[in-house]
């Protein structure tokens, strides 16, 4: 039986166990880079049920699941 390990440190990606750059869990007066992005719910799901809510997703792979800008065209 296979037992599914989860990091355990709120700064560490819970999808990828590398640093998740997280100002508030460094103690960063600055707003961390996570306020202004966009979590789809396939990244969300992704995340192990025992890591959620305990540790931010890493840039790398809240980018990997953030769809492409829609580009317009001019009219």
Do not use: Y
Not at 22 to 40: H, L, N, R, S, Y
């Amino acid at each position: 039986m296979h037992a599914e390990t989860t990091p355990n440190s709120a700064s560490v990606c819970p999808l990828c166990a590398q640093s998740n750059q997280c100002a508030m869990e460094q103690g960063d007066a600055a707003p961390c880079w996570c306020t202004g992005v966009v979590f789809t719910p396939e990244l969300l799901q992704r995340i192990p049920a025992a890591a959620q809510g305990l540790a931010c997703v890493c840039q790398a792979c809240a980018a990997s699941m953030t769809p492409p800008p829609k580009h317009t065209s001019p009219s």
